[in-house]
T-cell receptor, first 113, second 111 residues
């Protein structure tokens, strides 16, 4: 069964550094999302992306965050200057045309020290 | 806008039943249910569209009450593998709109 893949699985970075989290969505999906989950808490929406542009973003997704689909397969989340409170599990997800299940990747655990 | 889930936690013995509820203060387009095991990604269980339909997935089923903007997840004859955190995800306005997830219900099934 096709799946969403994310790399790296774990990223440790120092406060103020830039990180790029990478995702390869399911190949025929057109809707892409980033969510994050602080340890033990709920899954929070960050941003949705369709047709090479952001469809919607949350209050969390401020100017320090950006997303890109640099080619036909990758979908990236960049955090320009990481803060301690950015430490969380970041999930990429994709959805096919017409809706249906949201397929999650296995996540990238980001630790900011 | 965040859906409210109840209860927060449930402890069951194998073979017992459980109901998890999810309610919204705003008109829903659809409700998704996911299960997440510790350290893993949420896994899709089922989706319910407005219209009051009920769906099933093995011994797990769900209903959607459009009038009350509520969905319930029913787990019958629970198995050890059902343990995990259950999240409802609600969509407003369209099938591909973002999902807003509830706070989760921790389900522990004991032998």
């Amino acid at each position: 069964e096709p799946e969403v893949t994310q790399t790296p699985s774990h990223q440790v970075t120092q406060m103020g550094q830039e990180v790029i989290l990478r995702c390869v969505p399911i190949s025929n999906h057109l809707y892409f999302y980033w969510y994050r989950q602080i340890l033990g808490q709920k899954v929070e929406f960050l941003v949705s992306f369709y047709n090479n542009e952001i469809s919607e973003k949350s209050e969390i997704f401020d100017d320090q965050f950006s997303v890109e689909r640099p080619d036909g397969s990758n979908f990236t989340l960049k955090i320009r200057s990481t803060k301690l409170e950015d430490s969380a599990m970041y999930f990429c997800a994709s959805m096919g045309t017409g809706g249906g299940a949201l397929h999650f990747g296995n996540g990238t655990r980001l630790t900011v020290t | 806008q965040q859906p409210v889930q109840s209860p927060q936690a449930v402890i069951l013995r194998e073979g017992e039943d459980a109901v998890i509820n999810c309610s919204s203060s705003k008109a829903l387009y659809s409700v998704h249910w996911y299960r997440q095991k510790h350290g893993e990604a949420p896994v899709f269980l089922m989706i319910l569209l407005k219209g009051g339909e009920q769906k099933g997935h093995e011994k797990i089923s769900a209903s959607f009450n459009e009038k009350k903007q509520q969905s319930s997840l029913y787990l019958t004859a629970s198995q050890l593998s059902y343990s995990g955190t259950y999240f409802c995800g609600t969509a407003y306005g369209g099938a591909t709109n973002k999902l807003i997830f509830g706070t989760g219900t921790l389900l522990a099934v004991q032998p």
